[in-house]
Structure formats: structure tokens, C-alpha cells
């Protein structure tokens, strides 16, 4: 069966609606508990696929798991197998990083090469880098399709980041605290979600401290034990609603909002003419009178982030004038382009010339003079109904917000992307007043 939403869009939004627990920080929190062979439990935990995917991965080291409502309780208390099978693994890039836990337990890991959205190449070559430098020999196999990872024990190490890498910094985070001797991380990630795994990491036993900025201290301990924490709110679906508010009646309050996760967009934001109140019933977000136009650049944590440039291309539908997105993390994140386009959007995808772009960009720059990373949005556009695909998870959270806001029935197939980061997105839709249905074909 193949899910589709029909969404009749051009309707007044209004209500309450609570912000689920970070994508970005519960799969994270499942793979440290695995660090430890005492009960981790996990609360505030989002029911999205991507946890389903993970837990799947769980069970097949070994790993016993209770979900009650949005309580998660993990144990691992003797890992079966350091091999994660191809089919599961293969679904989401975060399989990659079990690589920490099963060489810290069993000094060998064998992973699949990781998926998960089609934003880019994403390789996980600084993750091996580091583990190297940390005493683990890595070999890929293109034939089988896994990395094979062996130590004879992991050892502390000072390693740094070339670029920004989010998953990479996590990753060798959760290697570095039962390895012997002391890990310094540089260049490090500052993401809130990989504070949020560092304060899990301590209350299990880790000794992790950030000297600086971009610097990460870990000294190693022998044992981790089990712990209790609650995942923080997701800023992505803080920003998801807040424009969806802002481009429907301005009468969305939002609830489970941590407003210093997402001082990039606010800033923005406040420049494009919206506003927000913050109440008993959580944060407003609406345009004061009309919507300006504004050029934004994505950038690592504090800079605005990759995953809101798709909502925001969808505001600036809705300003007059000309609007310019940069986009310098992912090589590949404008697949809404052409879907938006269907709607009557105005856009225009052009090259960027910028000075040294292999130091410039985030991505491993491919030499390509002048890449297509910019978008220029020309506002101000009526958005009308169309047929519509989504390519990944943050495309889909921008063709439903398109849809909310054109006329007529969309119908958007592909929402499969959209429940690997937002549970049940459609009924929380629809208790805002948005007529929005889920058919099977």
C-alpha cells in the first residue's frame, strides 16, 4: 500500500499543539544506553519510524526494549552479535554510529554503509578517520556493502574535525568514554542535540567537559551504569509549526519550546517582519503586517540550520521581492524546487561563486566551479493545489506547509520521509483545524 495525504489548503489554523522529542537526540540516547549493560530509560521519547528502525537494530545485538506510551526503557546486558544486518542498517545514516558502543563492548564492529535522506554524499569518512586515531582498524567492503571495524581497546586521542559533523562529533563522543586515557575533540560540533548527549553521557558516568567553544574534553572511565533522561524538544518541528502559524493566521501556540535552540531563526525571522508571545499556552509566532523579503545562508549550529531552509523558502513565497537561499551544508537539499514550482512558485536555482569553496562548504566540495547552491524565490505567489513528491524528511515538512497555505486539494505522495522525524503529523494538523487526510492506494 502506498500512503498519500490530501490536504485542502487556504485554512485558518489556530490552537494548541506540543513540540514531540528531538529525531536528532533520541536515536542518539538509544546508542549510548547500549554503552552500558544496566537499564537506560528514555522519556519525552517521539514515536516517529526512525526509532522503530533503530530499535530493530537493538534487538538484533541483543537488546531487550519496553515502549510504553513515550517512555523507553533499554537494556543490553550481553551484546550477541557486532554485526548489523544490511537491510535495517541501510535505512537510516544513525545505524553508523553503533560503530561506538560494539567496539567499546566487543572491539569489533560491522556496519552497513548508512542511509537515511538523500541530502548529499554524507560519508562517514571523518568518523573513520577518528576512530583510527583512537586504535581502530577500518576496511570497506564494496562487495558486501559493510565497514569492518577492529581494536584490540580503544585509546584517548586528539583528533580534529575538519569540518563540522554533527553525527561525527557524537560519534566519537560515545567511543571516547570508555576508552582508555584521555579524548580531545576539536572543531567539535556545538549542536543543542549533542549537548543533550553529553548531559546523558555524564549522568551515565562519563567524565565530558567543553573547555571551549568547539572543544571537547572526554576522559575515559571503566564502566558506564543506567540513567534516566528526557529528550529534548525537536527545534526542527518548533520551526515547522511556527511558520506554518505565521503563513496561516498567526493563532498557532506552541508549546515545548526551548527559544535559545533556535535564536538563528528568530533573528531571521524578526528581520522578515514576524513576530512571536510567548504565554501560559506556549509561543505564538505571526506577522506583524506584511512579509519582507530577506536573503538567509545555512551554516553548523549557531548559524541557521539546513533543515529549516525548506519551510523558510515556503515564507518567502509570500514576500514581495526577490529572496535568496545559500545553501553551504548539503550539496543536495533543494529536491522541493520543482515540486514548489508546480504550485506556481517562482523560483530559480543558480551557481554560486564563493573564495576557496573546500573550505567554504561543509560538504567534501567536488571541485565543480560555481555549484548550483543558491535559490532565488521571487514573491509575491499565489500557491495553488498540485501533485506532489517528497524526496526527504525536510522536503516533506515544506511541501505540506505550501499545501496548507495554496488553494485547493494537494495530494502528496511519499509520506513515508515525513514519519521518519514528525509523529503523527497529520491528526496534530488536524487539531489545528487543517483539513488533512491520510488514503491508501
Not at 217 to 232: N, P, W
Not at 294 to 303: C, E, K, R, S, Y
Not at 368 to 391: F, M, P, W
Request: hydrophobic share 40%.
Amino acid at each position: 500500500m502506498i500512503n498519500k495525504y490530501k490536504i485542502n489548503g487556504g485554512k485558518k489554523l489556530s490552537g494548541e499543539v506540543r513540540v514531540s522529542g528531538a529525531k536528532n537526540a533520541v536515536l542518539k540516547a538509544l546508542i549510548a544506553a547500549c554503552l552500558t549493560d544496566e537499564e537506560v530509560v528514555i522519556e519525552n521519547v517521539p514515536l516517529i519510524s526512525d526509532l522503530h528502525v533503530m530499535l530493530e537494530l537493538l534487538e538484533g545485538i541483543g537488546g531487550k526494549y519496553t515502549l510504553i506510551d513515550h517512555t523507553l526503557k533499554i537494556k543490553l546486558e550481553k551484546i550477541t552479535s557486532v554485526k548489523l544486518p544490511l537491510d535495517i542498517g541501510a535505512k537510516t545514516r544513525t545505524s553508523s554510529m553503533f560503530l561506538a558502543p560494539l567496539l567499546s563492548r566487543e572491539k569489533e564492529a560491522i556496519i552497513p554503509n548508512p542511509g537515511g535522506c538523500r541530502i548529499g554524499a554524507r560519508p562517514i569518512d571523518r568518523h573513520i578517520e577518528g576512530l583510527m586515531k583512537m586504535g581502530v582498524e577500518t576496511v570497506y567492503d564494496s562487495e558486501d556493502g559493510y565497514f569492518h571495524a577492529k581494536t584490540k581497546g580503544l585509546k584517548g586521542a586528539v583528533y580534529r574535525f575538519e569540518k563540522n559533523t554533527h553525527t561525527g562529533t557524537e560519534t566519537l563522543l560515545m567511543a571516547a568514554v570508555l576508552a582508555k586515557g584521555i579524548t580531545v575533540l576539536e572543531n567539535a560540533a556545538q549542536e543543542p542535540e549533542v549537548e543533550d548527549l553529553i548531559y546523558l553521557l555524564n549522568a551515565m558516568g562519563a567524565k565530558i567537559t567543553r573547555p571551549e567553544g568547539r572543544t571537547i574534553k572526554i576522559e575515559g572511565v571503566e564502566k558506564l551504569h543506567g540513567a534516566t533522561y528526557s529528550v529534548m524538544p525537536d527545534r526542527n518541528e518548533v520551526v515547522t509549526f511556527a511558520i506554518a502559524s505565521a503563513l496561516t493566521g498567526g493563532q498557532i501556540w506552541i508549546k515545548n519550546v526551548i527559544m535559545d535552540d533556535i535564536k538563528a531563526f528568530l533573528k531571521e525571522f524578526k528581520k522578515a517582519g514576524g513576530s512571536w508571545e510567548e504565554g501560559a499556552s506556549g509561543v505564538r509566532f505571526f506577522i506583524k503586517e506584511k512579509i519582507k523579503p530577506l536573503d538567509v545562508i545555512t551554516a553548523p549550529h549557531p548559524g541557521f540550520m539546513t533543515d529549516w531552509q525548506g519551510p523558510w523558502a515556503v515564507l518567502m513565497t509570500q514576500a514581495k521581492g526577490i529572496s535568496r537561499i545559500h545553501e553551504t551544508v548539503y550539496e543536495n537539499r533543494f529536491s522541493y524546487v520543482e515540486e514548489l514550482e508546480k504550485m506556481g512558485a517562482k523560483m530559480k536555482m543558480y551557481k554560486v561563486r564563493v573564495k576557496d569553496p573546500e573550505k567554504f562548504y561543509n560538504f567534501n566540495f567536488d571541485g565543480e566551479d560555481g555549484r548550483r547552491q543558491g535559490l532565488r524565490i521571487y514573491g509575491k505567489t499565489k500557491l495553488h493545489n498540485a501533485v506532489l513528491s517528497i524526496a526527504d524528511l525536510r522536503a516533506g515538512a515544506t511541501l505540506v506547509l505550501a499545501s496548507l497555505l495554496a488553494r485547493g486539494e494537494s495530494v502528496i505522495y511519499g509520506i513515508e520521509y515525513l514519519e521518519r522525524g514528525y509523529e503523527s503529523f497529520d491528526k496534530r494538523l488536524r487539531n489545528l483545524g487543517a483539513d488533512v487526510v491520510v488514503e491508501e492506494e
